[in-house]
């Protein structure tokens, strides 16, 4: 069973920052795919940052917010970090994080395959 946990969602004034964490937790493969989706009501929920496994490239990030999103994986704790930076009203949603086995998440954002376990989400309002 592998678990995660979301957290560090809210509400923030646009222009600001906001760091949201992932815990993952389980019997996860030693190797795998972690990322963080986003969810607007009447949208499909759609990847916007992603991570392979150390050695398997960098993050992939939606073309509309890779100036201003990073994300970031911690592989002895199990973390994964996405800090939004110059937040806008656009990046509002409920953030999902998600992961999968394997090396790599896939050659894009639009590409990744599709993932085993998920958290339950976490509020951003942007105002």
């Known amino acids: 069973h592998v678990q995660l946990v979301e957290s560090g969602g809210g509400s923030a004034q646009a222009g600001g920052s906001l760091t949201l964490s992932c815990t993952v937790s389980?019997?996860?493969?030693?190797?795998?795919?972690m990322g963080w989706f986003r969810q607007v009501p009447g949208k499909e929920r759609e990847g916007v940052a992603l991570?392979?496994?150390?050695?398997?490239?960098?993050?992939l990030y939606e073309d509309s917010v890779r100036d201003r999103y990073r994300l970031t994986r911690d592989n002895r704790k199990n973390t994964l970090t996405l800090r939004i930076d110059n937040l806008k009203p656009e990046d509002t949603g409920t953030y999902y994080c998600?992961?999968?086995?394997?090396?790599?998440?896939?050659?894009?954002?639009?590409?990744?395959?599709?993932?085993?376990?998920w958290g339950q989400g976490t509020q951003v309002t942007v105002s």
């Open positions: 998600a992961t999968r086995g394997g090396f790599v998440c896939g050659p894009s954002i639009a590409h990744t395959g599709r993932m085993e376990y």
């Open positions: 991570i392979s496994s150390p050695g398997g490239g960098g993050p």
């Open positions: 389980g019997d996860i493969e030693s190797r795998h795919c």
